[in-house]
Nanobody, 129 residues
Framework: QVQLVESGGGLVQAGGSLRLSCAAS????????MSWFRQAPGKEREFVAA????????YYADSVKGRFTISRDNAKNTVYLQMNSLKPEDTAVYYC??????????????????????WGQGTQVTVSS
């Protein structure tokens, strides 16, 4: 079992930055693919970013590429999402997700939320214009 707890959300002005954290419990964290998804009011949940177990592979949604960076610290059982140049359209609840499958170049499953084994409770990010 893996439990995920997100933190770091809040209210920020457009152009600002936030760093989200996702703390994981469980001895197998180091082997899990970790991802961030988000869900805005009235919209479906969407993929944001994913990182492989050894940080060797990362994927980003086109909408955040160049502005967001996903990283992980396996010694701390934590994955991060650094969000820069935030826009009002980034406003959403951000969720951390974990899956036991390996993320590799050419993988496609990572973008689909139903593929993931574990989810956090979410953290609200609000970007004002």
């Amino acid at each position: 079992q893996v439990q995920l707890v997100e933190s770091g959300g809040g209210l920020v002005q457009a152009g600002g930055s936030l760093r989200l954290s996702c703390a994981a419990s469980g001895r197998t964290f180091n082997s899990y693919t970790m991802s961030w998804f988000r869900q805005a009011p009235g919209k479906e949940r969407e993929f944001v970013a994913a990182v492989s177990w050894n940080s060797g592979v990362t994927y980003y949604a086109d909408s955040v590429k160049g502005r967001f960076t996903i990283s992980r610290d396996n010694a701390k059982n934590t994955v991060y999402l650094q969000m820069n140049s935030l826009k009002p359209e980034d406003t959403a609840v951000y969720y951390c997700a974990a899956d036991s499958r390996r993320l590799m170049y050419g993988s496609t499953w990572y973008a689909y939320g139903y593929e993931y084994d574990y989810w956090g409770q979410g953290t609200q990010v609000t970007v004002s214009s």
